[in-house]
């Protein structure tokens, strides 16, 4: 018994030392202006959180009366949420408290019962994003329901993604202005047959919802041209997991395959191999988005002006994304001037000088060698034309170039 006795004293102490500790920092906390003990006091006792919690809790919101919390927490119990939930959406959403019952709280969970919610999976779903219950749920879902979407379809969709309610209207706005055909698009012989195509290849509804919202209109191609962009982005490898894969299907399926063969043909001009164009449009498949005109003047100036070779280009794909006129030409004719003078020296990399953003370059190359080089503005405002270095750039071939300018969904700002 006294052996027992002293393997639990260090614990009995560590508990009592944690008891004492706790009842400080509350007195604290009661005397203090900035945490009302009140509000402590109701989030412990009847939303059950622990101390630390109902501290972090407090701070965001303040509780005069309890009518409004008593109610919001009675409600969520009356539909079925446990109080493990109920705890948990407090601790992570405590102005939820606050919320407006009759008009926010109680139709929009009366909505998501209607659409098959069990009180498990309503809880479920509501514990990866407390703000939905105080989103405009009607309307997203009347939007879906508008669009064909069955009530089993939004149901598993919100299941998925329930952030999906705070950014819809916004998101399917943009959609919509991006893509007018989505209004007049038959979401059950096309929309939801290339989605289920790409879910059964493995790609997250995630994935899917973003091409959706940026790119819709490869969203609505025909089944069949839609399946066969699907295959061959699977055949090249592409991992469906990862945003890559979506951005390969895009640019498969947004054009023809005369145009898909036409642009292959003009890398192949300046002695690509094929394996070599694939193995570019791996690493970056927005490079195929370019027209053949814009590949073409592209591979010529990296081949003739910079004296590269072809191989450093489908090694370095995001090249193929930038302005010729607007960045490249500009900061090769800073930089060709500014080794003139001996300002810098000639094995500065060029890559970074095009992954610079425009303020970065004018910081660093334009702005701070103006007094040595007042003439170096004209270069950057294109008033020189740029013929070349006179020397190689031997570390040009050695870089892999990746442009943190490029967003998700291949936009680039140049």
């Known amino acids: 018994m006294f052996r027992l006795v002293c393997l639990n004293l260090p614990q009995q102490l560590k508990h009592r030392a944690l008891q004492h500790s706790h009842a400080h920092l509350f007195s604290k906390l009661s005397n203090s202006n900035d945490t009302p003990s009140f509000t402590l006091s109701f989030l412990q006792k009847s939303c059950e959180l622990s101390l630390e919690s109902a501290i972090s809790a407090s701070k965001k919101l303040n509780i005069v009366n309890t009518k409004n919390p008593n109610a919001v927490v009675e409600l969520l119990t009356t539909h079925g949420l446990t109080q493990t939930h ?117 790609v997250p509804m995630s994935l899917i919802l973003k091409m959706f919202m940026f790119q819709p209109k490869s969203m609505l191609m025909r089944i069949y041209r839609f399946s066969e962009a699907v295959d061959q982005v699977m055949k090249l490898g592409f991992d469906p997991n990862n945003l890559l894969s979506v951005l390969a299907v895009r640019s498969m399926v947004v054009m023809s395959k005369s145009l898909w063969e036409q642009k292959v043909e003009g890398f192949k001009s300046f002695g690509l191999s094929k394996d070599e164009i694939y193995a570019a449009f791996k690493k970056q498949p927005m490079c195929m988005m370019a027209s053949e005109n814009k590949i073409r003047k592209l591979m010529s100036f990296f081949v003739n002006k910079l004296n590269t070779t072809p191989s450093m280009i489908s090694k370095n794909p995001n090249l193929l994304l930038l302005s010729l006129e607007k960045r490249i030409i500009p900061r090769c004719s800073v930089l060709h001037l500014l080794v003139s003078k001996g300002l810098v020296k000639e094995e500065t990399s060029i890559i970074n000088l095009f992954r610079m953003t425009e303020k970065g370059f004018v910081d660093n190359l334009v702005s701070k060698y103006q007094n040595e080089a007042p003439d170096v503005v004209n270069p950057h405002q294109g008033k020189i034309e740029f013929q070349g270095f006179p020397f190689d750039l031997k570390n040009l071939s050695y870089c892999e170039f990746k442009m943190e300018q490029i967003t998700a969904f291949g936009h680039i700002f140049i």
């Open 86 to 202: 109920v705890k948990s959406l407090i601790t992570s959403r405590p102005v939820l408290l606050l919320a407006d019952l009759d008009n926010t709280l109680k139709p929009n969970l009366e909505l998501f019962e209607s659409l098959g919610f069990s009180s498990t999976s309503l809880g479920k779903m509501l514990t990866k994003d407390p703000r939905v219950l105080e989103s405009d749920v009607y309307t997203v879902v009347e939007f879906f329901r508008a669009h064909g979407f069955s009530d089993q379809q939004i149901s598993d969709l919100t299941m998925k993604l329930p952030r999906l309610f705070l950014a819809m209207m916004r998101m399917s706005l943009k959609a919509i202005k991006a893509c007018y055909c989505i209004l007049e698009c038959n979401v059950e012989k096309v929309l939801q047959p290339n989605i289920s195509m790409l879910v059964s290849r493995g």
